[in-house]
């Protein structure tokens, strides 16, 4: 048959005075395969932004994902930081 995927994520960002944004994220999923294991997958990610103008921001986060296919697990962990900046 088809695989089926059922998932969610929950995103949330607050301010902090002027500058400032923290930001979370947390997803799960699971690809269902007639046949085979699931797959599980889950991400997890922490950022923060910092407004340098109006329309610039600089940011940073870290993200945490796992995948879990029944015959292996793996871990990837991914840092950035990058410049925004709206026309």
Same mark, same amino acid.
């Given at each position: 048959?088809?695989?089926?995927?059922?998932?969610?994520? !929950?995103?949330?960002?607050?301010?902090?005075?002027?500058?400032?944004?923290?930001?979370?994220?947390?997803?799960?999923?699971?690809?269902?395969?007639?046949?085979?294991?699931? !797959?599980?997958? +889950?991400?997890?990610?922490?950022? !923060?932004?910092?407004?340098?103008?109006? +329309?610039?921001?600089?940011?940073?986060?870290? +993200?945490?994902?796992?995948?879990?296919?029944?015959? +292996?697990? !793996?871990?990837?962990?991914?840092?950035?930081?990058?410049?925004?900046?709206?026309?």
């Amino acid at each position: 048959g088809n695989p089926e995927e059922k998932g969610f994520i !929950v995103s949330a960002a607050q301010k902090f005075g002027k500058s400032w944004t923290a930001k979370l994220q947390h997803g799960q999923s699971t690809l269902e395969r007639s046949g085979f294991s699931d !797959v599980d997958l +889950t991400q997890t990610s922490v950022g !923060v932004d910092y407004a340098l103008a109006k +329309t610039t921001n600089v940011f940073a986060f870290y +993200t945490a994902y796992n995948a879990d296919t029944g015959a +292996t697990d !793996v871990d990837t962990n991914v840092f950035g930081l990058g410049l925004q900046h709206n026309f």
